[in-house]
């Protein structure tokens, strides 16, 4: 792993973003320096930001970055002032649906287990969500929100077309079961197959993918019943394919079995190009306090590094991840008697990187309460 060198687009975006982001570079600084490996950051403008400054949410600029780069790691896009004006022509998300676009990120790939410290921060109950481990595949540049989009000019009219076709169905989908194939070999579609002609094409595309992995158990769930057993059941479930808005909201409502959306990372992946993000948004309200939770934009990092094909550097900060849950080290969404902020859940990820159990960190001083370092 000698003498790498990686170039990565770094978006912060808006809102906690930026404070995220900043803890993700201190740890890939950190891996950097174990494994011996180099990382050149180029940084970009993207979001709300982008608008204030160029009026545009994705400047050409910053598109040219991470067209250049080896893997884009970004932070989160959103403000109030758009959110709470409909009327608004120009939006944040444009720019991450325009992003992902340009660099057919076709994949999101969102991982969700549950940490046996962390259960009882979850609203579930320990029996229904321990053992908990998912890999959830959504398709991410078609669908609904790349359709046909219209309102008529006295605003009594719209609609969104949802579009798909088989090609851009079967990329995600031999992704899906390729995963299935190293995991369990289950791989769940989640559809609306009784009501939508797409969902008919995503079960029909499946199924005769399926034949080429024949290991593999192929089932179906509609979506509204794939959102209850969600909650009622989720270590039914392996791994789960969708379309990109069922994919939205299932993903999301998963997100809260490990007690905190801060904890979930993300990758988007196409041919050519990979964006890694926490999927939390901005969280503006939270925003310059020092009480956002870095780790799901860590852990997103570590999804970075086993792209770059550093899978030693992805385990290890994983495990040091794993160790600041372990002994609490953690922000107030998941602690809040004895809690830290978010630059110093950083700096502990980022120093068991480097000194593993030699840690400068006290951890009885940490378990009684106390962030001495020694």
């Given at each position: 792993?000698?003498?790498?060198?990686?170039?990565?687009?770094?978006?912060?975006?808006?809102?906690?973003?930026?404070?995220?982001?900043?803890?993700?570079?201190?740890?890939?600084?950190?891996?950097?320096?174990?494994?011996?490996?180099?990382?050149?950051?180029?940084?970009?403008?993207?979001?709300?930001?982008?608008?204030?400054?160029?009026?545009?949410?994705?400047?050409?600029?910053?598109?040219?970055?991470?067209?250049?780069?080896?893997?884009?790691?970004?932070?989160?896009?959103?403000?109030?002032?758009?959110?709470?004006?409909?009327?608004?022509?120009?939006?944040?998300?444009?720019?991450?649906?325009?992003?992902?676009?340009?660099?057919?990120?076709?994949?999101?790939?969102?991982?969700?287990?549950?940490?046996?410290?962390?259960?009882?921060?979850?609203?579930?109950?320990?029996?229904?969500?321990?053992?908990?481990?998912?890999?959830?595949?959504?398709?991410?540049?078609?669908?609904?929100?790349?359709?046909?989009?219209?309102?008529?000019?006295d605003g009594k009219y719209a609609y969104d077309v949802c579009k798909y076709s088989t090609e851009e169905i079967i990329p995600?989908?031999?992704?899906?079961?390729?995963?299935?194939?190293?995991?369990?070999?289950?791989?769940?579609?989640?559809?609306?197959?009784?009501?939508?002609?797409?969902?008919?094409?995503?079960?029909?595309?499946?199924?005769?993918?399926?034949?080429?992995?024949?290991?593999?158990?192929l089932d179906y769930i509609f979506v509204d019943n794939a959102a209850m057993q969600l909650v009622l059941n989720p270590k039914?479930?392996?791994?789960?394919?969708?379309?990109?808005?069922?994919?939205?909201?299932?993903s999301d409502e998963a997100s809260v079995i490990g007690g905190s959306i801060g904890l979930l990372p993300s990758a988007s992946?196409?041919?050519?190009?990979?964006?890694?993000?926490?999927?939390?948004?901005?969280?503006?309200?939270?925003?310059?306090?020092?009480?956002?939770?870095?780790?799901?934009?860590?852990?997103?990092?570590?999804?970075?590094?086993?792209?770059?094909?550093?899978?030693?550097?992805?385990?290890?900060?994983?495990?040091?991840?794993?160790?600041?849950?372990?002994?609490?080290?953690?922000?107030?969404?998941?602690?809040?008697?004895?809690?830290?902020?978010?630059?110093?859940?950083?700096?502990?990820?980022?120093?068991?990187?480097?000194?593993?159990?030699?840690?400068?960190?006290?951890?009885?001083?940490?378990?009684?309460?106390?962030?001495?370092?020694?």
């Amino acid at each position: 792993m000698s003498n790498s060198y990686f170039k990565i687009a770094v978006l912060p975006g808006d809102g906690i973003g930026p404070e995220v982001v900043s803890e993700s570079i201190k740890v890939l600084d950190a891996v950097a320096e174990v494994f011996k490996c180099r990382f050149q950051y180029s940084y970009g403008l993207m979001g709300a930001e982008a608008i204030f400054t160029t009026g545009n949410p994705l400047p050409e600029e910053t598109l040219k970055i991470c067209k250049d780069s080896d893997a884009v790691l970004f932070g989160a896009i959103g403000d109030p002032v758009f959110d709470n004006n409909p009327e608004a022509k120009v939006r944040p998300e444009q720019g991450l649906l325009k992003l992902r676009k340009e660099l057919g990120l076709y994949a999101n790939i969102r991982p969700l287990k549950t940490y046996p410290s962390l259960i009882d921060k979850s609203p579930l109950k320990r029996e229904i969500i321990e053992g908990t481990d998912i890999q959830i595949f959504r398709e991410l540049v078609s669908g609904i929100y790349f359709g046909e989009k219209f309102t008529d000019p006295d605003g009594k009219y719209a609609y969104d077309v949802c579009k798909y076709s088989t090609e851009e169905i079967i990329p995600i989908a031999h992704m899906a079961f390729k995963e299935a194939e190293k995991r369990k070999k289950k791989l769940t579609l989640i559809d609306k197959a009784n009501v939508l002609d797409t969902s008919r094409l995503w079960r029909k595309t499946c199924q005769k993918i399926a034949s080429q992995y024949p290991d593999v158990q192929l089932d179906y769930i509609f979506v509204d019943n794939a959102a209850m057993q969600l909650v009622l059941n989720p270590k039914q479930f392996d791994v789960i394919l969708t379309e990109n808005m069922f994919g939205d909201i299932i993903s999301d409502e998963a997100s809260v079995i490990g007690g905190s959306i801060g904890l979930l990372p993300s990758a988007s992946i196409g041919e050519e190009n990979a964006l890694f993000e926490p999927i939390h948004g901005s969280y503006p309200q939270a925003k310059g306090k020092g009480i956002a939770n870095p780790v799901a934009s860590i852990l997103s990092t570590a999804m970075m590094l086993d792209y770059l094909d550093l899978p030693e550097a992805a385990d290890k900060l994983r495990r040091a991840v794993e160790h600041a849950i372990e002994n609490r080290y953690v922000t107030v969404d998941l602690n809040a008697e004895q809690h830290y902020s978010t630059s110093e859940v950083g700096s502990f990820i980022a120093d068991y990187i480097k000194y593993s159990e030699k840690s400068y960190y006290n951890f009885e001083n940490i378990k009684i309460g106390k962030s001495t370092i020694v």
